[in-house]
C-alpha cells in the first residue's frame, strides 16, 4: 500500500470512530461526505480544507474519548443554533457566542455551559491556526461562575460499605472478582477506567507486602501500596481464577455464563462495572445513584476521617490540586445534623 493510501485509510478510520456521524465514510474517500452529520453545514459551506480542519480538530487534537464526545457534541449544538440565526461561520462575532451562552444558561447547569464555551473557543483557535477563521469569536466571552466545595458523588458510609461487601458470597470467581473490584477502587483511590485497564503484572510485590501500578488518564503512572485488606481480596480472587501466570492478562475480566464460574480473556468496561455495582447495593437496600466513583470518594472520606492528612491523599488519588482532593471528603456532611440537633430550645 502506497504512502497516500496509507493516509486516506488513516483518516477515514478517524472519521468513522469520531460520535455523532451517521453516514459512512467509503473507503478511498479523501475527505468527508457532505452530507455526514459529524460536519456542520456552516463548516461544510467554507469547502474541503475546513471540513478537514473541523475533523481533524477531534481526530488529531482530543485524545480523552470522553471529552471527544462531548467537544463533539457542544460544538454540534452550537453551530446548530448559529445556522439557524443565519449565520456563517466567518460572520459569527462575540455577540452571538456570548447571547448563546445567555441562552444556555436559562435551561442548563453551569458546568454544561463552561464545557460548551471550553469546546467552542478551543476549536475557534485551532480553526484560526489552521487559517480558517481570523479570529477567535468566543475568546472574549466569559462563562457563568461556578465553585465547587463539595463533590456530589454518592458516599457510602462505613456501615453501607461493609455490609455490601460481607453480601458478596466468595463461592465463584465472578463473586470473588467483584469484591476485589470494590476493594481495589476504594482502598487504592483508583479511578474505574485506571482499575480496568490493570494487568495482573500490575500487582507488584513491595517488601512484605504489594503495590498497585494505576495507568491513570493523561497517561500517567501511579503506584500505590496494596492496603492488607486489598492484598487479600486480590489474591482470593486471583488464585480462585487461576491468571496469576498470565502476567500480561487483564486483571478484572468479564465472566461466561450466568453461574460465574470461569473467566474470558476480555476485561471488563465501564458499563459492566457500574452494572454489577447497582446490582449489588440494590441487593442489600442500598437504592441511592452510587456508582464507579462512589467507591474513590468512600476511600479518600473514610481515609480523611481517620485522620489522614491532605496532602498524603491528595497524593494517593493523584490530583493535581488538593482543592480537588477536599470535594470528595464528606466528613463535614456526616457532622451536620449532629451539630443541627445541639439547637435546644
Not at 94 to 107: A, C, M
Not at 149 to 162: M, S
Not at 205 to 221: F, Y
Request: aromatic share 8%.
Amino acid at each position: 500500500m502506497d504512502t497516500d493510501s496509507e493516509q486516506r485509510l488513516t483518516r477515514n478510520q478517524l472519521v468513522d470512530h469520531l460520535p455523532a456521524i451517521t453516514v459512512p465514510v467509503a473507503t478511498g474517500l479523501m475527505r468527508p461526505p457532505p452530507d455526514a452529520t459529524l460536519i456542520p453545514a456552516l463548516i461544510a459551506n467554507e469547502g474541503d480544507q475546513a471540513s478537514w480542519r473541523y475533523v481533524d480538530f477531534f481526530a488529531a487534537n482530543i485524545r480523552n474519548p470522553n471529552t471527544r464526545r462531548a467537544y463533539a457534541r457542544a460544538c454540534l449544538q452550537f453551530f446548530g443554533w448559529a445556522e439557524e440565526r443565519g449565520l456563517s461561520l466567518t460572520t459569527i462575532r462575540p455577540y452571538d457566542v456570548s447571547l448563546y451562552i445567555e441562552t444556555r444558561q436559562q435551561t442548563h447547569s453551569a458546568p454544561d455551559v463552561k464545557q460548551q464555551l471550553a469546546a467552542i473557543r478551543m476549536l475557534f483557535n485551532w480553526l484560526i491556526t489552521g487559517q480558517i477563521v481570523p479570529a477567535n469569536p468566543a475568546s472574549a466571552v466569559r462563562g457563568p461562575k461556578h465553585v465547587v466545595k463539595t463533590g456530589k458523588t454518592p458516599v457510602f458510609d462505613a456501615t453501607e460499605w461493609r455490609r455490601l461487601l460481607d453480601a458478596i458470597p466468595v463461592d465463584t470467581v465472578r463473586n470473588l472478582r467483584d469484591r476485589a473490584l470494590i476493594a481495589t477502587l476504594t482502598y487504592s483511590f483508583a479511578r474505574i477506567g485506571a482499575a480496568l485497564k490493570m494487568k495482573v503484572e500490575d500487582l507488584r510485590p513491595r517488601g512484605a507486602g504489594w503495590e498497585l501500578l494505576l495507568h491513570e488518564k493523561g497517561g500517567k503512572q501511579h503506584v500505590m501500596p496494596c492496603h492488607h485488606a486489598l492484598a487479600e481480596a486480590l489474591r482470593a480472587y486471583i488464585d480462585a481464577a487461576g491468571i496469576a501466570e498470565d502476567r500480561k492478562g487483564f486483571l478484572f475480566r468479564t465472566s461466561r455464563g450466568h453461574k460465574g464460574t470461569a473467566l474470558s480473556h476480555l476485561p471488563m468496561d465501564q458499563s459492566d462495572a457500574w452494572r454489577m455495582i447497582r446490582r449489588r447495593a440494590g441487593a442489600v437496600g442500598i437504592f441511592a445513584p452510587v456508582g464507579n466513583h462512589s467507591f474513590r470518594a468512600t476511600g479518600i472520606t473514610a481515609y480523611l476521617s481517620n485522620g489522614g492528612a491532605l496532602e498524603h491523599a491528595q497524593e494517593m488519588a493523584g490530583h493535581e490540586s488538593p482543592r480537588t482532593t477536599k470535594l470528595y471528603d464528606r466528613t463535614k456532611d456526616r457532622l451536620t445534623q449532629d451539630e443541627v440537633e445541639r439547637i435546644r430550645l
